[in-house]
């Protein structure tokens, strides 16, 4: 059984950073990718950024140059660095691991960018 653990929600000024984590408890055979999708008010969900199990990383168009994305294989903890954030960044962040007897999900975490 696949658990997802991600950080606790945060209010962070625009401009400003934040390091939020995703710990993958149980076995996770054949991890393909783990990566984060993100869904603000009245907006579908939208793929934000993965690393797959080769280290191949992909960002979508509107974080590229601003989030980057990091494993730590001992911790079982994928990391997304967030940096310049802006208030469009607000959003439910919901962490995933693609395997190969399917995808889980945790349970979504509220960013929120504002002054």
């Known amino acids: 059984q696949v658990q997802l653990v991600e950080s606790g929600g945060v209010l962070v000024q625009p401009g400003g950073s934040l390091r939020h984590s995703c710990l993958c408890s149980?076995?996770?055979?054949?991890?393909?990718?783990m990566g984060w999708y993100r869904q603000a008010p009245g907006q579908r969900r939208e793929f934000v950024a993965f690393?797959?199990?080769?280290?191949?990383?992909n960002f979508a168009v509107s974080v590229r140059g601003r989030f980057t994305i990091s494993r730590d294989n001992g911790k079982k903890t994928v990391y997304l660095q967030m940096s310049g954030l802006k208030p469009e960044d607000t959003a439910v962040y919901y962490c995933?691991?693609?395997?190969?007897?399917?995808?889980?999900w945790g349970q979504g975490t509220q960013v929120t960018v504002s002054s």
């Open positions: 690393l797959d199990s080769g280290g191949v990383t």
């Open positions: 995933y691991l693609e395997s190969a007897l399917g995808t889980y």
């Open positions: 149980g076995s996770a055979s054949s991890m393909l990718a």
